[in-house]
């Protein structure tokens, strides 16, 4: 039994030294972190709220979904539409605003669309010697990183006098018939693949299932013949099939990534 009991005041003694090593400490900082997202997220909203203001260059009459900071008016097709259903979407604004309302982007620009008529005649025939366009921002990131290979940014890119200088120099080349004769075989060429396509993929009853899948296909085709004036066979039923070289077509390693960014924005 003294065996025992000493056994026993033994362990106690060293269960109250471990206790006392391990004692918490005075103040957890393990919440630090966590706080700080909080209060900087919280500074964030506070400043926008406060700083964030419409384009003033449009009528602040408009009607139209209300905006919120950073995210302008996007936060519809995260919420009540779908960005792979925006025909859907713009019907649906149509109907609530009326024929003109505006929306506005992430960065505060105003964007109006337009369903009558006439509003749209006049805003087509109002003279504007340097119209704005919003560009493609990683286009115009990695030409502005190339100079040695891009002199600018491009048609679609520039703005202001820059754009202006393109578009006088370009205009009279890129409209002239000559120019438009030159593509329209190749155009026919592809339409007529496309309606064949559409044949192949009918079904029985007349419907033809993935129509949108085949409009794009379709597009990936056209601008890639306008582009770099080739085909590189999207039309083809099944562009697996055509792996011959490699392992891989060249029709295949184009039309991958390009579907996994278009699920990625459609998700």
């Known amino acids: 039994m003294a065996y025992a009991s000493n056994g026993l005041s033994g362990r106690r003694s060293r269960y109250q030294t471990n206790f006392k090593i391990t004692s918490p400490p005075l103040l957890d900082w393990s ?57 859907e979407a713009y019907e649906d604004m149509f109907r609530r605003y009326g024929p003109i309302f ?14 009558e008529r006439a509003a749209l005649e006049a805003v087509l025939r109002t003279p504007s010697k340097r119209p704005y366009r919003p560009p493609t921002e990683i286009v115009q990131v990695y030409r502005k990183s190339r100079p040695d290979r891009y002199a600018s940014t491009g048609l679609v ?22 120019t438009m004769q030159g593509f329209l ?20 009853d007349g419907t033809v299932h993935g129509f949108d899948q085949l409009t794009n296909r379709m597009g990936l085709e056209s601008v890639c013949g306008l582009m770099l004036g080739a085909r590189l066979g999207f039309l083809e039923r099944w562009i697996r099939s055509m792996a011959r070289l490699s392992g891989s077509s060249r029709p295949q390693r184009y039309i991958e990534p390009l579907c996994k960014a278009r699920r990625l924005f459609i998700r």
Not at 39 to 58: E, G, H, I
Not at 157 to 163: A, C, H, L, V, Y
Not at 185 to 191: D, E, F, T, V, W
Request: proline fraction near 9%; aromatic fraction near 8%.
């Open 157 to 178: 890119n520039e703005q202001g006098d820059r754009w202006y200088h393109l578009r006088h120099h370009l205009t009279a080349e890129l409209t002239s018939p000559h």
């Open 102 to 115: 505006a929306e506005s982007t992430p960065g505060g620009a105003c964007v109006v669309s337009i369903a």
């Open 31 to 87: 919440a630090v972190p966590a706080l700080l997202v909080m209060v900087t997220a919280l500074l964030m909203a506070v400043t926008a709220l406060f700083t964030f203001a419409p384009d003033p260059r449009t009528n602040a009459n408009l009607p139209g979904p209300p905006a919120l900071p950073f995210l302008g008016t996007r936060w519809l097709f995260w919420s009540r539409y779908k960005m792979n259903k925006l025909h």
């Open 185 to 204: 075989p190749n155009l026919n060429g592809i339409c007529d693949d496309f309606l064949g396509l559409l044949r192949v993929c009918r079904s029985a």
